[in-house]
């Protein structure tokens, strides 16, 4: 199994997928990811859809990869935290939801909201124009 990749929609999106997949080419565990839509919170990514190839259910491929997504945006983040909505019935997701740092933060219409915090990453710095001093 090689390092999971990450692809763009289109070249101006802040939309990717990625991809963890086997060496015969097969993808066995793939996330969407997006930035901004958070109820109002722009900066925020969005772990859309989590999947792994039922033949590959229950091996940790889905911790793996979720492990680099989440490597990978706290280095490139803009300042937000990723979060992800899961249906309460979804226990094994939650489970390994929690195991990544992942926390319960509320109930809602898309199902339950999980948090993760991430802390660094690369903030955006504003441009601000300087001030001319007189002499």
Do not use: C
Request: aromatic share 12%; charged share 30%; hydrophobic share 35%.
């Amino acid at each position: 199994m090689g390092p999971p990749t990450r692809d763009k929609f289109a070249e101006k999106s802040e939309k990717f997928w990625y991809n963890l997949t086997a060496p015969h080419g097969t993808i066995v565990s793939s996330a969407w990811v997006t930035l901004g839509d958070d109820e109002g919170n722009k900066t925020n990514w969005v772990l859309r859809n989590v999947v792994t190839d039922p033949r590959f259910l229950n091996q940790g491929f889905a911790k793996r990869l979720l492990g680099y997504v989440i490597q990978h945006l706290k280095v490139n983040s803009k300042g937000g935290d990723i979060v992800l909505y899961v249906s309460p019935e979804l226990v094994h997701a939650i489970n390994l939801y929690q195991g990544l740092g992942f926390k319960e933060v509320k109930a809602g219409k898309y199902g339950v909201k999980y948090v993760y915090k991430v802390t660094g990453g690369k903030r955006k710095r504003r441009k601000t124009k300087r001030r001319k001093t007189r002499r």
